[in-house]
């Protein structure tokens, strides 16, 4: 049996989701379809699948799901964009927001047209939180050795809502995102995955950002991402409080204030098209 399901398309900075609405429809079984529907060729075309649900906790939950299938625990442009979708779909009128994710309840508000700002929350600096066996004690992973089948490389960590490693390089343009990034992926040190940031500082206040994102590969933009690489470059003396992280897709703000204070970020969102896609089920 066939049907027809209603999707829109969105992006943030050029991460670009499939959203689903599990409040207004039924939806089928989900980690199947996320990789026939992220399918650049053969579906839609996207880094991840994004589906709004009603919360118990919050005012609405968000679910996130890589090209690959996996569901991951949060997505910083995506929540941007799922608020983007709520907003303009009807589900809410409200400036500001609850939404309730496997990485904790995150809460984005208006910035503007087509701008959101997102209280991230505290980053996770102890090791075994982000996790990953690099470090030790209460952290922060600040420049930990990694040993690559003999080569070595330093990497800081954090986590917000869902882990990440940093690396800093001297030219961006030519790091080794695709060879490098997935074989710190997939590093034992990192037992749930990790998104891989490549980072280069271009002044105290601009920083240059690419992103290897766990099941998925390269992607214009990763939120979390830049609020990792900001919060590693802050502890490190790097950087002002505040900061614009520079991607391939576009730009976005960062600011934390202390170190026990809570990461925001300031970027865009933007609905692109909706359609219809045939799927096999109920």
């Known amino acids: 049996m066939t049907r027809l399901l209603e999707f829109t398309k969105m992006h943030g900075a050029g991460n670009d989701f499939i959203v689903l609405d599990g409040i207004r ?32 906790t919050a005012d ?4 996130i799901y890589n090209a690959d299938g996996s569901q991951v625990e949060m997505c910083a442009n995506g929540i941007r964009a799922c608020f983007l979708y ?14 309730e994710t496997l990485g904790g309840i995150v809460t984005p508000r208006a910035a503007g047209p087509g701008r959101v700002t997102v209280e991230m929350g505290r980053p996770v600096l102890e090791p075994e939180k982000i996790p990953t066996t690099l470090g030790g004690g209460r952290g922060p992973v600040l420049d930990a050795p990694l040993d690559l089948d003999g080569e070595r490389v330093l990497v800081s960590s954090v986590s917000m809502g869902n882990p990440h490693a940093v690396i800093f390089v001297d030219d961006l343009d030519r790091a080794p995102v695709e060879t490098l990034g997935p074989r710190i992926e997939h ?48 502890l490190r003396g790097l950087v ?24 925001s970020m300031t970027g865009p969102a933007v609905e692109v098209f909706t359609g219809r896609i045939r799927i096999e089920g109920e």
């Open 25 to 56: 429809d039924r939806l089928p079984a989900l980690e199947p379809l996320a990789a026939r529907l992220c399918d650049r060729r053969f579906g839609i075309g996207a880094d991840q699948l994004l589906v709004v649900r009603p919360s118990r």
């Open 60 to 63: 609405f939950r968000m679910q």
């Open 86 to 99: 709520l907003r303009d779909h009807g589900h809410t009128r409200a400036d500001q927001i609850r939404i």
């Open 187 to 234: 590093h034992p040190a990192f037992p749930n995955r990790v998104n891989v940031e490549f980072a280069s500082l271009a002044g105290r206040r601009r920083i240059r950002q690419r992103t290897w994102e766990r099941g998925t590969g390269e992607t214009l933009a990763c939120g979390s991402g830049a609020c990792a690489v900001a919060v590693v470059s802050m």
């Open 240 to 263: 002002e409080r505040t900061v614009v992280v520079e991607l391939r897709g576009g730009e976005l703000e960062i600011a934390w204030p202390g170190d026990d204070a809570r990461v």
